[in-house]
């Protein structure tokens, strides 16, 4: 892939990381001066036990992790672009943590460079918001119409916290997508929208649980 052809995938006016058939690609990423806010490990554990987190944990090599300090806000939304060129299987593995009152604004996106080609995505993304921060997130699914998509996700949620999320599905002949949220603190609040559009052919599962834990 080079930078031309993607040209038409990328949002302007953002930081981006991209990853081709799950491999981050530094040649294609742009992160400037948050980069120091990105890095890698060989794994982490989850204690969700749903199907799909259990198969992308047993499957998953690399961990890519967004930690953001205290107060610190990009100038600019972060785009995590997940491309697949060929009939493969990823398996994704993100987790972004926020300290108190930073801010951030991603957009994930999962696309197929091909049109013909099966592949299979199993995302898991994990989610820490500390006291007074904020995530707006915008989750994209753009996949052809032969692929298969899993995408799990558990955020938790401190005190006065802010989660807003949007997303959008409009490819994969079969396609979940499982977000689970626990607002652990007091005044932790979270704002959930979404459009869904499957075609002929095409299903799409959608599952949303919302534990309020705080008293």
């Given at each position: 892939l ?37 890095t ?25 992790k967004i ?46 460079f ?102």
């Open positions: 080079s930078q031309s052809a993607l040209l038409k995938f990328r949002v302007p006016n953002t930081y981006s990381l991209v990853f081709v058939n799950g491999y981050l690609n530094h040649d294609l990423s742009d992160l400037q001066e948050i980069s120091s806010y990105i890698s490990t060989n794994f982490n554990t989850s204690d969700w036990n749903e199907h799909f987190s259990c198969l992308n944990q047993a499957l998953s090599e690399t961990l890519f930690h953001l300090p205290s107060n610190v806000k990009p100038d600019k939304p972060l785009h995590a672009l997940f491309i697949q060129t060929t009939s493969t299987a990823i398996f994704p593995r993100i987790k972004i943590e926020l300290s108190s009152n930073s801010h951030l604004e991603i957009i994930e996106d999962y696309l197929s091909d049109e013909e080609s099966v592949g299979v995505c199993m995302p898991y993304s994990e989610i820490h918001l500390a006291q007074g921060s904020q995530l707006f997130h915008y989750y994209i699914q753009r996949a052809n119409a032969k692929s298969y998509h899993f995408y799990s996700q558990k955020v938790y949620q401190s005190r006065d916290s802010h989660y807003q999320s949007f997303s959008l599905l409009t490819g994969g002949k079969i396609s979940r997508f499982e977000n689970h949220l626990r607002l652990l603190g007091t005044n932790a609040n979270c704002q959930l929208s979404g459009v869904y559009l499957p075609s002929q052919g095409q299903q799409h599962n959608v599952h949303l649980l919302i534990d309020h834990q705080a008293s």
